[in-house]
């Protein structure tokens, strides 16, 4: 994804589409959002403003890669 947006107060979600067996974590969510170990982004924004969202996706190896996107609550 390139970039995400929802209104404040309304569910979204988004399903990261990666590998099986990698657990995912992020940084910069949009307050009221957060992201499971299997890589769904879900929630309800709680305030207006754009954020930049860096995920990572992690395997057992320790291997990782990451992706960054913004996502837009208004």
């Given at each position: 994804?390139?970039?995400?947006?929802?209104?404040?107060?309304?569910?979204?979600s988004?399903?990261l589409d990666?590998?099986?067996?990698?657990?995912?974590?992020?940084t910069?969510?949009?307050?009221?959002?957060?992201?499971?170990?299997?890589?769904?982004?879900?929630?309800?924004?709680?305030?207006?403003?754009?954020?930049?969202?860096?995920?990572?996706?992690?395997?057992?190896?320790?291997?990782?890669?990451?992706?960054?996107?913004?996502?837009?609550?208004?």
């Open positions: 994804p390139y970039g995400m947006s929802s209104k404040v107060g309304v569910s979204a988004l399903a990666g590998t099986a067996g990698l657990t995912y974590t992020a910069g969510l949009p307050a009221g959002f957060s992201i499971s170990p299997s890589g769904v982004i879900s929630g309800a924004g709680t305030a207006h403003g754009t954020s930049t969202i860096t995920v990572t996706g992690q395997a057992a190896s320790g291997a990782s890669d990451t992706i960054t996107f913004v996502w837009t609550v208004s």
